[in-house]
């Protein structure tokens, strides 16, 4: 009863106050996302980090314990990708940051660009993520193999480090196309709208 006599009042109100309507309930969706995306790209960080820490003293262990050369450049070559990728996190995260006294117009666009630069972060992050960590684990596992001989060993341990950074890229490909790229539009609606 009461939802028909809102919509009553909102049909009967003038253009104008139906367009501040539509602008509140857009730039309230909108900042629910924002919010949401702010905190997922957080926690991402924070995992990725966290990974980090927990990586570098295993890999400095491997390549301290192991006796094959080609592991000890692997484990080393992990470890300088698992810092890469931290400050590659940071970067993206720091950029369209803006100042907490900007208008909301200049918040959006701050916004936009973070988005942007998340995109940018998940489309190349087969070179900068996966295939450094990709040939740093090859390295190590030739290494063995290389000593020993175990080529069905390597084979199996090579193709399930393959599906792994297959399935990494496909997943970041994926959130590209599910998540950001609709952000982006909403957030440009939504600052089309503030402009007009």
Known sequence: MIEDELVKIWQSSPNHEVVKFEKSRLMLDVQSGIDRFNKLVKNRDLREMAG???????????????????????????IISGLYVVLRL?????????????????????????????????????YWYILPFYISISLMLLGPYLEHGNLDSFLI????????????????????????HPRLTKIDELIHLMES
């Open 90 to 126: 940071n970067n993206a995260r720091r950029q369209g940051i803006g100042s907490l006294n900007t208008t909301y117009l200049q918040y959006l666009y701050d916004h936009k660009l973070n988005v942007q630069a998340q995109i940018h972060l998940l489309e190349t992050v087969l």
């Open 52 to 78: 980090g820490v927990i990586a570098v003293p295993i890999m400095a262990y491997i390549g301290f314990r192991s006796p094959y050369l080609l592991t000890k450049i692997g484990a080393v070559l992990s």
């Open 157 to 180: 341990k090579q193709i399930g480090a393959t599906i792994f950074a297959l399935v990494i890229y496909y997943l970041n490909q994926q959130a590209i196309k599910k998540t950001l």
